[in-house]
């Protein structure tokens, strides 16, 4: 039989996980009520959380437990203690996107595995590389890395110790691995902390126009598109090609949908199996039938993802679920609200069915109540006028439902059992032989008399002893050396066989679960490690590596004041921030060309500005920035060309950058971009050494920024961008493509929505990049920056002029001045300084999350 990958599916309730194992899952993942990416999934509290992983492991399905929100410092305690809980009730894994939270698990729990989760945003060969070496078991890739980039990564790796899961069938994310800050910045649900709202499935207008001297826009207008979502991804179905999965080096396929119904997990979940086990046979073929369930259960349009190389993913004319297609309306009969429905396809309609009516600009649903048919066309009763022509879609169908209910009545994965009953002092004694050979007897407490007139039979015995139903166990043999002359009440011989199951269930579940000395070790190492005695929240026990000094005197402003840095991505915005004093530039060259090239040819012109902009900086510190995300193509050439830069160091926003520039270049001075998602003291600790400057979560609150501070020891200087449009997504997608004539980086690009514009660019590859459509302005914070204990502050001029670079670098150095001077005019001196660069700001100015916090906020 060919090796299968795990089949690993999604468990949001603990009708989904019953259904999940009756469906033939080998791995179930599912959530605590807290710190779990999908907050508004029923998920588990902590008495049905164990339940849960009994439940499984009775039957032989792994469970891991999602503990995939980034960790604020006044958490870590309650996110350990968690941790030590799972550990305790024999969870299979965790899956962890924190690197605070990762490095806690790693020293406190190192008996408890470890899976890098999608929102760590591994995508290339060093970041998994990255991912074994920080002790991870597994890594969840992006769902942007192909399946012949995962083939690379396994030939250029020989022998990876740490095993692949991708996403195989179910929703997909527009923003890049579900790295998305939309739904946060516009309305403080964070993704990050499980409440995404879904901003990407709301519909868009894409806008084109000038841009002024502040790289604004000017004259926008409409472009005329017939799609309306242009954020909305299809949904994902790789059904057709699993045998290529099977072939490659994946180690578990992944089922999305932890919001999704029971029956939805059933439905998707045997379909996978079916295919799995036939492959495995060598006599697998795709279903017709198969697909078509897969669709009826939930589609937004399927695609086979970027995965299997994908040209179209996204499905950008709706976002809710399209069904199948089952006929087109042939005419409407006003006086009886009456419409004649042609099907397609040899379908039946059932009671029950759900239909929707689609034609442009109208949208109609209803509940089939009736089937008449007349003149072979189908007539329903429908609440509103369709017009003919209008497609018909099956969203709901009742013989699918009925199929599910079949699937989730099914019993999983009998465990066979071997009883003896043998007598002590007239005492029934009931053993039970396991698969592994162990034994588990369990002593009766009550005696069986000598039969006065009708004894208790041999074949009445075993029957009250087979009878486990409503377990998981089936009893294969009864012996019993009996003379059938004795008496029990009925009753008393099942309390024996509900106790002697009890026990074997017990001593079966032991096994899955660590011994109590780890579980003590690890509460223990978690007291020591989070303890406010001792100084324990410095974490020094958890990194004994050197620290750094405070900020670089360089670059500093007044003593004990925040330095400035400045972000650009062309020499004009260097030049501009340069002149105004700035004395630190983190240069992001824009790369992109209309004409297709390699990475050798983008890495010849990053060269040639990376040059230009040296000679401008003079005396100032200049840092290459490279993108967040990076395949292996990019750091064979960037570091090609590393050596003949005159720079002073690299910043990176990714651990697969990290990686590859520690591995190759491990002398060089590195400072980490905010997409490292730095949220807690011991996610600074993780990444300190190598890296001498951190940039820290723009989802942070200054309340949290300043725990953050006061929680660390002595480490790499912390700064926080406090000007311009936050990156919000970044995606495996070219918006501006779909305008007549493609993009144009000399103009100004953006969505609209409703009310707002959010600017977009696109990078070298063609990768879309949407900014909020607020710019984040924090000048008059600088007290507030300055208490805290930052050590850095930036303005984000990518995108930017120069006459924004250098007005916005000389306000926020008055800014730094003012406050070191402080005194009674400070507030009023900050105000001026506000509205001064108010007008040079694109959209509104906003606090972002840095006053108030997101929605989730409790303290």
């Known amino acids: 039989m060919r090796r299968l990958p795990e089949l690993l599916a999604p468990a949001g309730s603990m009708a989904a996980l019953q259904a999940a194992v009756a469906a033939g899952a080998d791995a179930v993942y599912l959530s605590g009520k807290r710190f779990g990416a999908r907050k508004f999934a029923e998920n588990f509290d902590e008495p049905a959380l164990a339940g849960a992983i009994d439940y499984a492991h009775l039957r032989g399905v792994r469970v891991y437990v999602t503990v995939n929100t980034l960790i604020r410092d006044n958490e870590l305690y309650d996110a350990a203690a968690y941790l030590l809980r799972l550990y305790e009730m024999g969870a299979d894994a965790v899956l962890i996107q924190d690197l605070g939270l990762s490095l806690l698990a790693a020293q406190a729990l190192p008996g408890l595995q470890r899976h890098a989760s999608t929102q760590m945003t591994i995508h290339n060969r060093f970041g998994l590389l990255w991912a074994e070496r920080a002790g991870f078991s597994r890594a969840v890739l992006s769902r942007e890395v192909s399946l012949a980039e995962i083939k690379d990564m396994q030939r250029l790796w020989a022998s990876p110790k740490i095993g692949i899961e991708v996403f195989v069938h179910g929703a997909l994310c ?103 086990d036939g492959i495995a046979s060598g006599r697998w073929t795709p279903s017709p039938e198969d697909e078509r369930d897969l669709a009826l259960a939930f589609n937004r349009d399927f695609t086979e993802g970027h995965l299997l190389g994908a040209r179209e993913v996204m499905g950008r004319e709706m976002s809710d ?222 990194h004994p590596g050197p620290s750094y000094a405070s900020a670089n005197a360089a670059v500093a402003g ?93 910043m990176v926003e990714n651990v697969g950058g990290l990686q590859a520039l520690q591995e190759a270049r491990p002398g060089l001075r590195l400072l980490g971009g905010a997409g490292l998602n730095i949220c807690n003291h011991l996610a600074v600790e993780a990444l300190s050494p190598p890296l001498e400057r951190l940039t820290l979560s723009p989802e942070l609150s200054v309340r949290q920024i300043e725990g953050l501070v006061a929680a660390g020891r002595r480490g790499p200087a912390l700064e926080l961008v406090v000007q311009g449009n936050l990156e919000v997504m970044v995606a495996e997608d070219c918006i501006p493509c779909l305008a007549k004539g493609g993009y144009d980086p000399r103009l100004f690009w953006g969505l609209q929505d409703m009310r707002r514009v959010f600017p977009l660019r696109l990078d070298e590859v063609g990768r879309t990049h949407i900014y909020n459509s607020a710019e984040t302005c924090l000048i008059d914070m600088m007290p507030q920056i300055c208490s805290a204990g930052l050590d850095g502050i930036a303005v984000d001029a990518r995108g930017r002029t120069e006459e924004y670079a250098r007005r916005m670098a000389e306000a926020y150095g008055k800014a730094i001045q003012l406050t070191a001077q402080g005194g009674a005019g400070l507030a009023a001196g900050l105000e001026r300084l506000k509205e001064e660069i108010r007008p040079l700001t694109l959209g509104a100015i906003t606090y972002g999350h840095f006053v108030k916090g997101l929605k989730d906020e409790l303290s």
């Open 174 to 276: 527009y923003s890049y691995s579900g790295q998305c800050l939309l739904s946060s910045a516009i309305g403080g649900r964070s993704g990050n902390r499980g409440m995404c709202a879904q901003p990407c499935r709301k519909p868009y207008v894409l806008l084109k126009g000038e841009r002024d001297e502040l790289g604004r826009p000017a004259g926008l207008a409409a472009q005329p598109l017939v799609q309306r979502f242009l954020l909305s991804a299809r949904d994902l179905c790789t059904y057709r090609r699993l045998p290529e999965i099977v072939r490659s080096p994946v180690c578990s396929l992944k089922i999305e949908g932890r919001m999704k119904s029971p029956e939805y997990v059933a439905t998707v979940v045997s379909v996978y199996r079916r295919a799995l």
């Open 558 to 650: 007044p003593e004990g004041a925040p330095s400035l840095a400045v972000y650009a991505d062309c020499p004009e915005a260097v030049r501009g921030a340069v002149s105004a004093g700035c004395s630190r530039i983190y240069f992001e060259p824009a790369l992109w060309q209309r004409d297709e090239v390699g990475w050798t040819a983008r890495m010849a012109k990053a060269g040639e500005l990376l040059a230009a902009t040296r000679q401008i900086c003079g005396e100032a510190e200049l840092f290459w920035k490279w993108p967040k995300i990076a395949e292996d193509s990019f750091f064979a050439a960037a570091l090609a060309i590393l050596d003949g830069m005159k720079i002073d160091g690299v």
């Open 321 to 542: 679920n399209r069904g199948l297609l089952i006929g087109s309306v042939a005419s409407y009969d006003s006086q009886r609200g009456e419409v004649a429905v042609r099907l397609c396809g040899g379908m039946v309609l059932e009671k029950g069915d759900g239909l929707v009516f689609l034609a442009p600009g109208q949208e109609v649903g209803l509940v089939v109540q009736s089937v008449p048919e007349r003149g072979g066309l189908l007539r329903l009763k429908i609440p509103e006028r369709v017009r003919p022509g209008a497609r018909v879609y099956l969203t709901g169908s009742s013989s699918l439902a009925k199929k599910a209910q079949q699937i989730m009545a099914r019993e999983r994965g009998a465990i066979d059992i071997d009883v003896t009953l043998t007598w002590q002092d007239g005492r029934p004694v009931a053993s039970a032989r396991l698969r592994d050979g162990r034994m588990v007897a369990i002593k009766a407490d009550f005696i069986m008399e000598k039969a006065r007139s009708r004894p208790t039979s041999r074949q009445q015995i075993e029957s009250q002893l087979r009878r486990t139903g409503g377990t998981p166990f089936v009893v294969q043999k009864v012996e019993m050396d009996y003379a059938e002359d004795l008496f029990a009440p009925l009753g008393a011989l099942n309390q024996l066989r509900r106790n002697l199951l009890d026990e074997v269930e017990g001593a079966l579940l032991q096994r899955a679960r660590p011994a109590k000395v780890d579980v003590q070790r690890g509460r223990l190492a978690v007291e020591k490690l989070l303890s406010p005695e001792g100084d324990a929240t410095s974490s020094t026990n958890l």
